[in-house]
């Protein structure tokens, strides 16, 4: 419901800037399909997703006028009762999932989107190194410290023996007898041990200090979560928008973990997992009370039993697992298996908190701020413009989900340090006339987050 | 008699004491730390035994799991919540008689903060203390839980289809029925009652106020033939004579009021300046009484003689009949005289209101206003004040009733008659005879606990309502969260029994139904811009309010009426009379159980958590300054009244008439909450005089003192900044606060400190003079400076300040209970506000002048200043505190190591050191025995997950051993940036807005940003011209606040 009125919202958005595009580009295609069409088609237009991928549309519509195809889209199923041949059967290959009907699209804009799916975004040039692929270079730099130090060491150690040797030839001179001291008790004379001690205390000190600053800190960090959730699949291969399932990131403090209804907007058509077939995805219908088998919401799902919702996805999970092996009949397997899966949407949903299926997924929180730090998304997401993976990391490839960044406070500064403030773009920054003329003057090349204040306690702290 | 030194705060500040000068040192009181129940002593063999534990403790908390966190989403997120979004919904604050329009503030779904509703032409964005404190009252521990019967002061369970069914079959036996209630003013809820009278035709309302206006509303019956309460405007008046009304403070409709009566005093510019001036008849010192031009002092059971004698006076000189007026002392009466004068002068111009509970000295007023031409004027008959509508005859009738066993079914709601009432124990013994007694409350207050049955209602903040405040004037309540427990609204009860028709039982929320069809059949006829009752429902839900305002009309005084001076209170002759009040923050004991009101200072005393004995200071004639009778603030007494004895602690009291004592009403709760064993109940003290409560005694009797308050509380003495006393040694006039740094001699330690300037608007002139001078002075001074220049720094971009106008504070503390609530500032309770441990943010420092029999007050919110020279900032050895580039003073609680030295070394005494885990925000329970934990609780008032509902989210709750401070709402700042951001433009004044100036009512505080000349705080600085000032300009903190002088419009030849 709640894509079908986002759909509607940004039809009417577009058929109010129908005018100024009127010639059919890739750039205003590629738009139209991130906004309308990305939820349910696939971005690499090669694999099906909720709806059939699009690549070859236009050769599967040939055989009939380009009226057609425009009118499949605005409204689909007037076309299926109409009995069209191609809308028909398309509907038996995909029913119940229904299109949405986009009767905002101009044919101009249809053929901006035709014009992108011929043509989709080139591949990722090979040159570019995904972010986060440098830490190979530390280790190098530590080979070449020990070097350095067994370098210096052995010049100290020559150099402590020439010393010796130099004192024993004026003791000679004077007619002393020479002391040949071993190396152990070189290692062993006052000066040496300060210094040894000193060294270590350093080290010592340092290394307390510096886990002293972890303690608290959960980088890598990696739980396991209720649901086999896959950023990679959601993300990566299907490439959803970050921003459509953790809608408030725009306009919040919270990036929101997105309720279940979110899920249901694609998986009340996408029942099962590619990977993970019903096991997963049964356990979103169990929380909100979706039966897959009929397609609807139960209605009085809060007041049902256990016993009632086991049979419900029991009989689910059974029939699809028949169905998959083309079996007439349950056997031993079977049952093992959708015992199995009913015990993991079990173990998922009901927990100390929620003593019942029925109700909200709990999820293990991965990011989790040290104390007294108030953080902001919307300032990052919506002012900032900041990518959601230069914190987060390749959310995309990640097949469950961990914490990339330390999260800690000199990561924080150093970006407040080296970020640009975006402060042509937005009115608010007018207020700073001095940075503002100092930048028309050529005396200042960038006006970092720094520099309006954004290293302050009290940006983060209160 | 003028004291030389201009301002003073005390006894002792007047006496130049060596007392004073250790109380002011007092500022952590560190010593008081033995004296308490704790074994603090600690050897160096405790100190060995604690490291080791400390660093074992510490190794283990290292080697432990960090625990995991879940994130728990919604199943079907609703549209309207943005998780860490605020949602603000327009409702109101009722209680019996208290009005406010008011936005409430949710956060995920839990109302957190109350903000005033500017669209309502009533309260127009002002909001009151109790108003404010309302959120917490939601989040009581002690609300009833559930319906059922009671036994034993508890609530026996039982479902509410069973106790509907007990309670209709004792309904249908058609016995008779009494309501017992306070003043009703929602429309809706007269329907719902209508209806349940039509249905049981042998009930009957009772309506009382727990401090009653009944003779107002007869004396308006008998000369208007109107029963009801008119419309003040204080904002039309030039002159206001007040007799006993606390106005601005808690009579009718303060909120109101007070915005009124600021607005016709604001100095707006200095020339041609203007404004009303407002003379006080009272013997006690109230809130409005502190804000006079000019008191005049009568006891008081002399009030009926003062105004017979101020009608005399303009009867003769507009021909009115002369009556035979009671003898009033001479003062009283010369001033009187010249007030007569400038009413005659002001005529349809004044006001002279009276808050006596006499009927014919309420007539004689009536007449007063009358001769003066006020009524039609000044006085709107035509838009009545619905706020006070009870009349205690009728409970009096009601007992009389109960004795002889004519009632069977009593229902209480919302009213606590076992302890309002002055015959509180007639009405108990009458009570007992009903069959059988339900109560609405939502706690068990001293009448519920004497009934049979608990209907306990929801809480404001969980219900639908309305309410009609004044004519045509109409306001909805609407539920901000599900009711936390099994409660169930009153008036869905009430119909419920009445099985009414109306009432959609099958209806998730039936009363919400019920409402709409009401406002839909009698409001949506009243105006003209929507057409369909829907678009009017959202609209009016939208907005809080809707408003009708009826055609005007006038009234004439009934010519039948005569005057009867022998029907007036005759003055007493004994040696003490004793006055009762209410108070802003405790009313009669319907908000003891807020813990927020409690420590809230009483505006005047400075007292908390009780109720104190006023006694008046005397002057021995050479140089001494004493309390009556020898007494000292914390000494208890003996006090007989009516032949019953109370012991009360005292609080020495300027402006208190000599031969008089007051003492505020609304202590010594017995039943009900965490207010329970703080003060005395004065409430059987009281009088009745032909039926209605009179708030004085003519005569008490107090004994010597017999003994010592040992955790009086009153934070007059604590963190006092800049008060010059005399050293007792040297003999010579040094700074206190100098004194307690032991900096004798250094710059700021011996000249005159600025903290007040205060001038007679005739004077206005000079003291511009005088200030532009002292400003040049300061300036010079400063300019000898270690400081670095700064301008450059803090000009780009955002440079936040403030502006206080002292001349429209009136001193009611909705700032200080709406900081309070915004920033997680701690309850404390009784004893560590003894010990100087309050933590309130902003404090409203009190300052007499002038007269020292009956001196004039200013009040001053004090906060944080925000100096960009800040004095704490150089001292933190971890550089926990520092200045932001937007001129804010940070304080990063997580840095802060506890030194305290930011504190020692602020002059302004505005940090606050967190000296117990007082939010109980770590988990070590030997952290948590000291802390506030009302009387019979399991666990302390903090860590009990309801109240922790109340937090602020974005607020961090300190944690023991760091200083906190104001941080002029440093979340909302943030919030207001980042809103002008997404929306593309530059910071506007209604972006920000502070806690502290939400609330005030009279508009007295304004902030903003300094860099940007068009901004209000920009703006209303420059009008001031020289009248603005920082507090200790000459020391070069530069403060981000600035304050006007105080302006009084005292008729100066009244005393001389």
Known sequence: MLLKRICWVFSIILLAAVSAHAEPTIEEGKSLFGANCAACHNKNMKDDLTGPALAGVEDRWADFPREDLYKWIRNSQAMVSEGHPRAVELWNTWKPTLMNNFPGLTDEQIESIILY???????????????????????????????????????????????????????????????????????????????????????????????????????????????????????????????????SARRSKHSLIPGTNTCMNCHSAVKKGTITGTSEITKIFASIGFDPITGQYIPDYENWSEKQIEDLYKKWIGQEYMSANSLSAMNETGRSLVQAEWEGVVKALKNDSNGKIQGPIEWVRVHNLPDHVYFNHAQHVSIGQVECQKCHGPVEEMEVVYQYSTLGMGWCINCHRETDVKFQDNEYYKQYERYHQELKDGKRANVKVADIGGLECQKCHY | MHHDNGIWVSTEDLNKEESFLQAAEKEFSVENMAETDGNWTASRRDFLKLMGFGLGAATLAASCEIPVKKAIPYVTKPDDIVPGVANYFASSFVNGGDYCAVLVKTRE?????????????????????????????????????????????????????DLDNKIKGQLQLGGNVRLITNTIVSPTAKKALAEFMEKYPNSKVVTYDPVSSAALLAANQQCFGVRGIPTYKFGEADVIVSFDADFLGTWISPVEYARDYAAKRKIKSMKGASMSRHYQVEGKMTLTGSNADNRIQIKPSELGAAICTLYNEVAAKLGGSSISAPALNDKAKAALKKVAAELVANQGKSLVISGSNNIMEQVIVNKINDLLGNINQTIDFGTINNLRQGDERDMARLIGEMNAGQVQVAIVWGANPAFELPNAKQFKDAFAKVNTRISFSGTMDETTALCTHAAPANHQLESWGDAEPKTGHYSLIQPTIAPLFDTRQAEHSLLEWADSANLNRQDEQPYYQYLKSHWASELFGSQSKYSTPAAFWDMSLHDGVFEAPAAATTVSFNPGISLNAAAVTQPGSSEVEIAFYETVNIGNGQYAHNPWLQEMPDPLHRTVWGNYLSIPVEWDGVNEINGWKGLNDGDNVEVE???????????????????????????????????????????PWLPVDGGLTQYFAKEAKISDKVGVDKKFACVQYHHTMGVTAMGKEEGAIINADEKTLGNKGFQGALTDRSIIFQVNLNELPELSEKMAEFHQKAKHLNEQTLYPDNTDFYGTGLKWGMYIDLNSCIGCGACQVACVSENNVPVVGKTEVHRHHEMTWLRIDRYFYGDLENPKVVYQPMMCQHCDNAPCENVCPVNATNHSMEGINQMAYNRCIGTRYCANNCPYKVRRFNWLDYTTADTWPANEEQVFWAEGDEKPYYADNLVRMVLNPDVTVRSRGVIEKCSFCIQRIQEGKLTAKQENRAVLDNDVRTACQTACPTGAIVFGNLNNPESEVSKARKEMGPLAYQVLEEINTRPGVEYSAKVHNANEEMFS
């Not at chain 1, 440098?134 to 023996?161: E, H, I, K």
């Not at chain 1, 608290?216 to 990696?222: F, H, T």
């Not at chain 2, 309502?120 to 309302?134: D, E, I, K, L, M």
């Not at chain 2, 012991?647 to 329970?676: D, H, K, W």
């Open chain 1, 117 to 247: 799916i011929n043509n989709p975004a080139p591949p990722r040039p090979p040159d570019e190194k995904p972010e986060g692929a440098t830490s190979g270079g530390g280790g190098n730099n530590m080979w070449m410290f020990g070097a350095l130090a067994l370098v210096l060491a052995l010049l100290a150690f020559a150099l402590m023996r020439i010393i010796d040797n130099l004192r024993n030839i004026t003791r000679v001179q004077r007619g002393d007898a020479p002391i040949n001291r071993t190396l152990a008790q070189v290692l062993s004379t006052k000066g040496a041990v300060a210094f040894m001690v000193f060294a270590l205390t350093l080290i010592f000190g340092y290394k307390t200090v510096d886990n002293a600053t972890n303690m608290g800190r959960q980088q890598s960090y990696q739980p396991d979560q209720p649901i086999a959730f896959s950023h990679q699949i959601h993300a990566g291969v299907n490439k959803i928008d970050c921003q459509y399932c953790h809608d």
């Open chain 2, 641 to 683: 009244v009516n032949g019953q004895k109370l012991t009360c602690t005292v609080v020495r009291t300027f402006g208190q008439l000599p031969g008089t004592v007051a003492i505020a009403l609304g202590g010594g709760r017995e039943t009900g909450g965490c207010g329970v064993g703080f003060g005395v109940n004065v409430n």
């Open chain 2, 109 to 161: 779904g839990r109302p957190i903060k109350i903000e005033g509703n500017t669209l309502s032409s009533v309260t127009s964005g002002g909001t009151s203390a109790r108003a404010q404190a309302q959120v917490l009252s939601l989040y009581d521990t002690r609300r009833i839980k559930t319906a059922g019967t009671i036994e034993e002061g508890a609530v026996k369970a039982m479902g509410w289809a």
